[in-house]
């Protein structure tokens, strides 16, 4: 199982379910030639996914197209359920940031089909995530600078203040599907700028100043 590693701290957490959501920026839905809901769109991605700074995303034997995708990660406090947007920031034991890695060609083959998406976004490695920075360590996390470098050049930046929902409605919505429990792991959604990376890509993603990752591309042996 694996542990956020909490800055400042020598508390360990456990990752929970990781809760993905789509088309979260104007910007990228246009850039996927997809249309924006009124509601945020949901999907799951495994615990197993998870790697941390230093490690190497995978490429799979069955995938020839992998995108990066960098984005705010919202870590949960404590067990929730129908929780108002008034009352979620008591639910946020701090932020992250994190790649959602997606396998493009599957994707794309799964939307075509009106397949769900979890072989395209589940793959082990497919989720790498920072260390957390604690909630009352960042006054305004609707504020903060996103943006991923590869090879040392720009592909992604944005600030969270684009988001298309609160991250007080993002919460608060979340726990009306499902109880949010103390460890989970909310993505919140990429800006524009997704592209594919390839084997000996090194990425670089940071969070303002409060967090950065740092992995590598590898193919599966």
Not at 30 to 57: C, D, N, Q, R
Not at 170 to 189: A, C, H, P
Request: charged share 20%; glycine share 8%.
């Amino acid at each position: 199982m694996h542990q956020y590693v909490i800055q400042g701290s020598t508390q360990r957490l456990t990752v929970g379910k990781i809760i993905g959501l789509a088309r979260t920026y104007k910007a990228h839905a246009e850039e996927m030639h997809a249309t924006v809901t009124e509601e945020p769109l949901l999907f799951l991605k495994p615990e197993s996914a998870v790697i941390y700074s230093g490690g190497s995303i995978i490429i799979p034997r069955n995938s020839h197209c992998l995108h990066h995708e960098v984005e705010l990660g919202v870590v949960i406090s404590k067990d929730g359920s129908h929780i108002p947007e008034a009352n979620a920031r008591d639910y946020v034991l701090g932020y992250l940031v994190a790649l959602d890695i997606t396998a493009r060609d599957l994707q794309a083959e799964a939307k075509k089909q009106g397949w769900p998406w979890a072989i395209a976004k589940g793959f082990d490695t497919f989720a790498p995530i920072s260390d957390v920075v604690l909630a009352r360590k960042v006054p305004d996390p609707m504020n903060l600078e996103l943006s991923l470098q590869v090879n040392g050049q720009l592909r992604q930046r944005a600030n969270t203040s684009l988001l298309l929902y609160s991250l007080d409605h993002i919460v608060s919505f979340v726990s009306e599907i499902m109880t949010l429990r103390k460890g989970d792991l909310i993505m919140t959604g990429t800006p524009q700028g997704v592209d594919e990376v390839k084997e000996g890509d090194v990425l670089d993603a940071h969070l303002e100043g409060y967090c950065t990752l740092h992995v590598d591309v590898r193919r599966e042996s």
